[in-house]
């Protein structure tokens, strides 16, 4: 059963489709594709069915990755089908909880940042009203908090599969 990753931000065509994408990328390259599933989901409605932002892409793009996907809106029931929850902002993560009023999901709900090895910041700042070093920024923010996170699976699923054996 392959574990499941849900990103989720405030639109879901910046920040949370370039962490799925990111997070797909470090996941083919440690050869992972078969075991974890990662998805992207956004708290508001504004952009369903759109492409991640062009200048999103644009800066992926600098670095040799592939952004692909078509936002979504956050569902209760993706608290059943998803093992993590990552928001990017202490708004993303209030607004996920708020729709789980009885508190049953709360540990699948994380914050991307919590993940973070070489940088401090506790969100991920939106930079869809700034320039492109702001996305540039994005990028290498959740690239850290990507690597941190697939650390933190392996370590886990390998010590849950022990516990399980």
Known sequence: MPYK????CLGNICRSPAAENIMNHLIA?????????????GTASYHVGNPPDRRMVAAASQRGMKFLGEA????KIDFEQFDLILAMDGENY?????????????????????????????????????????????????SDACQGLLQYIINNQASNSRAKG
């Open 29 to 41: 390259e440690a050869d992972l594709s078969e075991q974890i599933i990662c998805e992207s989901a």
């Open 94 to 142: 209030r607004d996920i909880i708020s729709l789980d009023p009885a508190g049953k999901y709360r540990d699948k709900v994380r914050m991307m940042c919590d993940f973070c090895t070489q940088h401090k910041d506790k969100e991920v700042p939106d930079p869809y009203y700034g320039g492109s070093d702001g996305f540039n920024y994005v990028i290498d923010l959740l």
């Open 5 to 8: 990753l849900l990103f989720v």
């Open 72 to 75: 979504r809106q956050f569902q």
